[in-house]
């Protein structure tokens, strides 16, 4: 019996090790509830959970490309084409009279718009040999213009209306809440698989840390690189689903404040932005803390750009960190090896 | 003219993680002469440079030059002192013109801020018309042969006006011609009255330009004679000569007639002009060279981790289609690379992941998930045959190990495939005596078991105690090949210089 | 022997061919431009891009410092927005008076705060990179956010004023637009300081090997700093003539300015891998172009959503130049 409770002692204080920001969120999360006006209210939580089922997901998605020693900016775009596109089959098209029709095709058409652009930032990566941000960035950019203009076509208002109402069950409106928060748990559940567990993960963090060695090592490294690019994608195509469910429109400001958040969920939460080390738990416990700071300060009434600011302070105060522990470990171990 | 000696050592000693390479040298160089140095591969010969230049710090042991000490913190210490060192791999700037390279470190303004272009154009023209470079000043050096760069970095040493000048190992890129103009070049200092150290493989060329040679050997200072008193052969017999007292496991030999792996007219850049070579079943051949005659080059190239320019690679008879790490390892070939900071190893990982890293796809489950049990089977008794030091592998990473225990891994990431061909490039480097026995049985017995082996190496005793047959290579071709029997060092080291 | 010759000569075409395939393109969009609209090609259209393109320019000439360290700088927009604002602010709160802008002091002034703001920027950019080795994307990245969240925070969600100094950013004298010989005299400057100083021949260096540069002893940190904060600096003051000619700064003014800023630069041959940089005439000709294009799309009236995609083929199309241009060379 005491072994046992040695056994989760330890295991305990391991995650508190492995993941530094889950202490962090603990006491941030019990601050709240103790000081912030409304935020244990019912409707509060289920917000927070909701608003972290989103951008979770994305998130998941990008930490596979930063994990691999890259970056994807793209998924932004992916989540605001997707959306007016998907609104647009479900509320506008010529088969929007059919709701589940409408929707299951809308669902794959998001989750393949998703692929497409993953494919495109892989090939540019891995055949053009063009680096991850510029060639994520010049996607991002070519296809919220095209999101845009998609948009102005099919419509003059600011935004899609006019969904059909059992869409929004996925964006857990009513009594299906916890519909949105348990897709993103699979995901997460998948994604922790499969880094953990398979094959492909151990490549992964391979590629990340030494392309070299894995590629003399027998990794075919460029299949790798490009099938993250596109499950990053694929995941944004997921989270877009959530989101416009969510927002009950398609609207192509979408992903426009996210991605400061993402990247923040993702790096706060211990994965190095140099690649190989870190992963999804780190993550979600990233994304549960900046979600918990989004939504306690908007609880609090502060400006979206303090908000911006100190989502920009965060990350660097992350990465300063991150280098001062990697920095105590290098001495330590030179130490030892002598 | 001064009776002091231009520089001076005594007692120098040097290790790099745990393993002494420099055991308390002495060496004495006069001035205005031109003093060689020469050694094999790990002799130690540019770690004694490095010290002399500033690079790295000594262990112990003192210097002079010219009589005062001398305790260098950084190149610019040794540049202070007056001594210039022309490093053996280049470092050329390829965006900037040769008159840009020559000046980078201290160029000439006029008005404060600008560069004077006129004078460094006409201090490049004068260094390129005394040197007959066969450049312009405002040629950029990326388009310039491998040759003319190596020329391009002699020269810049030459433009400092040192008092004590080393060249390691300048001609390896040179034409004959351009070997000639150097040799006048250091004829012509030497008659100013700078002083020389030469170090050169190439034997010939340090007895023409020599007045005095050192040999090192394995750290030590095996002796210094006059050029005149000293034949060739009694150097290279004090280059290679030691006792042999590292013992080689007996294991029988069982080579049988197949041929397993067989290379043919591989060509990789000029590093590898028309290699063939064949290994039986249950062989073991060695591949001596010395550093830059393409041995790392070609094993890269037949393991398809550079790609080849030219050539094919049969494994048991069968064509591999597209040469790559994913295919050779598919065709049971194994590659144990000679970098294993940059190449051999994912330093920042648990050995344990190190170690499984080429098993994995041999042990998966369904839709790819590791067999942890097996993972960890495998990996403790790999830990185990080849004894390494190692607390915990799940947790330790491989940049918490020794240098000989960090080969040893890399060495045993490859072990755990049972490989029908063993390419080994370098195996044993920094690995300390009673480990590279441990190594040398386990190839030994990898040969028994019908795998076949080719092993790179610099120590030439370690080839012909474990080889079946030996292959010499130089320039990018294989120049010789001897049998079990008649292995003999001063052949072989003749072959290869 | 001839093997070789023969490949790297075809090397070579494939390598300029792809460069100049998107010259090409951009000739016959040019073409097509001047057939839509009589007015694109007109010396009075030619003059007013070359006015649109030099608040954009100095940014390029000081990106192109950053880039041939194989390094980048995101936050540039973010810098212009947040230098801005300052000086509308300033304004707002009469410590700039519309008295100081009747002479050229006032002017002068307002130029020299701009560029203070983006040296300083620069600084903390080159610092957070060098000192505690984090990527520059994600430093640039981050100071960018937190860059707009204060301009945002001065501002006030408002969109300030700022047509005091738009006798600078929209005069001209002789017809030439003031800040047309602004961008040449900077792009005169910095192209000899690049090319014909050892600083900028060090940076050259770093570029290319850093290796070697730290054994040559050039002051591999010290100059990476000084470089992000020209980039800094001349950002903030093609930023703050950029907003003049606007008249104000709106709030999603400088958004995306960094991507059109490095475009430029790559079109114009500096590559995003280093130790490769051209101010004149690359960086020149690389916003030219670019503005011209933009230019062109308003003449024949194209859709607005379309700025932004071509906007994003651009970028794709010069960095892919410079990925296969970069792909051959021999380091």
Known sequence: MKNKIQKYRNSLANEFTDNPILPIFILAFAAACIFVPNFVSLYNLKNFLLQSSDVLIIACGITFVVLNGGIDFSVTSTLTLGSVVGAYIMAMSPIAVYPYLSIIVANIVMILLGVMIGCINGFAVTKLKMPSFIATLATQLAFSGVAILFASLVTDKPSIAGLPEPFFALGGSGKFFFLPITISVLVWLFSFWLLRYTNFGRRLYAVGINPKTAYISGVPVKKVIFTIMVLSGMYAGIASILATARNQVGVTSLGDKMFISIIACVIVGGTKISGGFGGVKNTLFGVLFITLLNNTMNLLGVEWYVIMIEQGMLILLAAMSGYWLSNRQNKRMLRAAK | ????????????????????????????????????????????????????????????????????????????????????????????????????????????????????????????????????????????????????????????????????????????????????????????????????????????????????????RDGNIIGTNKTEEITNNEIIKMMVGREINQVYPEIEKDIRDNVVFDVKHIHYKNKVKDVSLSIKEGEIVGLYGLMGAGRTELVKAVFGAEPMDKGDVYVNGKKIEHVCPEESIKNHVALVTEDRHHEGLLMNKPVKDNLVLVKLVDILKKFGVIDRSKETKFTNEIIKSLRIKVTDPTFQRANGLSGGNQQKVVFGKWVIKQPRVFILDEPTRGVDVGAKFEIYTIIANMAKNGSSVLMVSSEMEELMGTCDRILVMRDGCIVGELQDGDFDQETIAKLAL | MGNDKTKTFSKNIMQNAARYGVFIIFGIMFIIFALSNEHFFTVKNIFLILQQASPLGIGVIGMTFVLVLASIDISVGRNMFFAATIIAYMSKVNLLRVDMFEQAWGYILVCLICVAIG??????????????????????????????????????????????????????????????????????????????????????????????????????????????????????????????????????????????????????????????????????????LITTIMNGLSMVNASPYIYTIVRAFIIFLAVMVDSIEHKGELR
Not at chain 2, 69 to 83: F, H, M, R, T, V
Request: hydrophobic share 45%; proline share 4%.
């Open chain 3, 119 to 288: 040296i300083a920027i620069g600084f903390i950019n080159g610092l957070l990179y060098t000192k505690f080795k984090i990527t520059p994307f994600i430093v640039t990245l981050a100071t960018g956010y937190i860059l707009r969240g204060f301009g945002l925070m001065i501002s006030g969600s408002a969109s300030p004023n700022l047509t005091l100094i738009s006798k600078l950013s929209n005069g001209s004298v002789a017809n030439v637009p003031y800040v047309l010989i602004i961008f040449i005299v900077v792009a005169i400057i910095f192209d000899f300081v690049l090319r014909k100083t050892p600083f900028g021949r060090h940076l050259m260096a770093i570029g290319n090997s850093p290796e070697s540069a730290k054994k040559a002893g050039i002051k591999v940190e010290r100059n990476t700093v000084i470089s992000f904060m020209i980039c800094g600096g001349l950002g903030a003051l093609g930023g703050i003539l950029s907003a003049g000619q606007i008249g104000s700064v709106p709030l999603s003014f400088g958004e995306g300015n960094e991507f059109i800023i490095i475009s430029a630069a790559v079109l114009g041959g500096t590559s995003l891998f280093g130790g490769k940089g051209n101010i004149i005439p690359g960086a020149v000709i690389g916003i030219v």
């Open chain 2, 1 to 216: 003219m001064s009776k002091e000696l231009a520089l001076e050592l005594s007692g120098i000693a040097k290790s790099f993680t745990g393993v002494k390479v420099l055991h308390e040298v002495d060496m004495q160089v006069k001035q205005g002469e031109i003093h060689g140095l020469v050694g094999e591969n790990g002799a130690g010969k540019s770690t004694m440079m490095n010290i002399i230049g500033g690079v790295i710090d000594k262990e112990a042991g003192t210097m002079k030059v010219n009589g005062q000490p001398y305790e260098p913190k950084s190149p610019l210490s040794a540049a202070d002192a007056g001594i210039a060192f022309v490093h053996q791999e280049l470092n050329l700037f390829t965006n900037l013109t040769v008159a840009e390279n020559m000046f980078i470190e201290l160029f000439p303004k006029k008005m404060k801020a600008a560069i004077d272009y006129k004078q460094i154009t006409k201090s490049a023209q004068d260094c390129i018309d005394e040197y007959e470079l066969p450049v312009n000043p405002k040629d950029k050096v990326e388009a310039l042969p491998a040759g003319v760069r190596q020329m391009v970095e002699i020269s810049k040493g030459l433009m400092k006006n040192a008092k004590i000048m080393i060249f390691d190992e300048p001609t390896t890129s040179l034409s004959y011609r351009e070997k000639e103009k150097l040799f006048k070049t250091l004829a012509d200092l030497k008659k100013k009255g700078i002083t020389i150290i030469y170090i050169s493989h190439i034997l010939e060329d340090v007895f023409e330009l020599c007045d005095r040679i050192t040999v090192l």
